[in-house]
């Protein structure tokens, strides 16, 4: 797909997606994204399963793996934010993305996965991905691997309104909020730097400005920094 560039999201923007729920709120991602959604005029929904430590208006004890249709299906859209780094938790990313995808048919709710980089594709033909290149760190596989379980179960669904957005190699978690990126798509795509980099903040302003769009259903998207 085609490049281009965000709008630069803008305070109370004229957003055609109002009520959103993201899971999973108080993780690092997640509450970024909660922020910038807040701060454009959505409705806003945080899901943890402890106390609400986030800007949402309004809060939602539930578990990513349990949580049932009847708590989702008045949202626009549902923002899929689960993580995982230890052996113990890592399969919490792709049970949370089947679980949703699961509850989520028959309705018109969009399920935006906050993704991994390691699936990229590094070739044209589409046949090797980032994390089976000979340099991608031993530390960041087992991730890699979860990541790519999620996108490889929602490629599998054709009854589910999921879009996934993959982050640049480097995601950093107290980068600068620029309000600049480059949208890209299936391929490993540098910015012209030849760097593959991406704040947290900026992912957020990214995925709150895809579910703005409502564009890139059933796709896998991917963004990286100016």
Do not use: C
């Amino acid at each position: 797909m085609g490049r281009r560039q965000n709008r630069e999201g803008t305070t109370m923007s004229q957003n055609t997606t109002k009520k959103i729920a993201i899971i999973a709120a108080n993780g690092r991602v997640g509450s970024l994204v909660v922020a910038e959604a807040v701060r454009r005029g959505f409705d806003v929904t945080a899901i943890a399963r402890e106390e609400n430590r986030t800007q949402a208006q309004h809060f939602l004890r539930g578990d990513a793996l349990t949580i049932g249709r009847e708590k989702l299906e008045s949202f626009d859209a549902v923002v899929d934010a689960v993580g995982g780094w230890s052996e113990d938790t890592l399969h919490l990313i792709p049970d949370a993305a089947k679980h949703l995808a699961d509850v989520l048919p028959g309705t018109d709710v969009r399920l935006v996965v906050v993704g991994g980089a390691g699936s990229l594709f590094v070739n044209p033909e589409h046949t090797v991905t980032l994390a089976q290149t000979p340099d991608f760190p031993d530390a960041f596989k087992g991730v890699a691997a979860a990541h790519q379980q999620t996108l490889d179960a929602l490629r599998g669904r054709d009854d589910v309104r999921w879009t996934y957005l993959s982050p640049a190699a480097d995601f950093q978690a107290e980068g600068e909020r620029t309000g600049e990126y480059t949208l890209a798509g299936e391929e490993f795509t540098p910015n012209e730097k030849g760097e593959s980099v991406v704040s947290y903040a900026d992912y957020a302003i990214a995925l709150v400005d895809e579910i703005e769009s409502g564009e890139h259903i059933r796709e896998r998207i991917s963004v990286v920094s100016k």
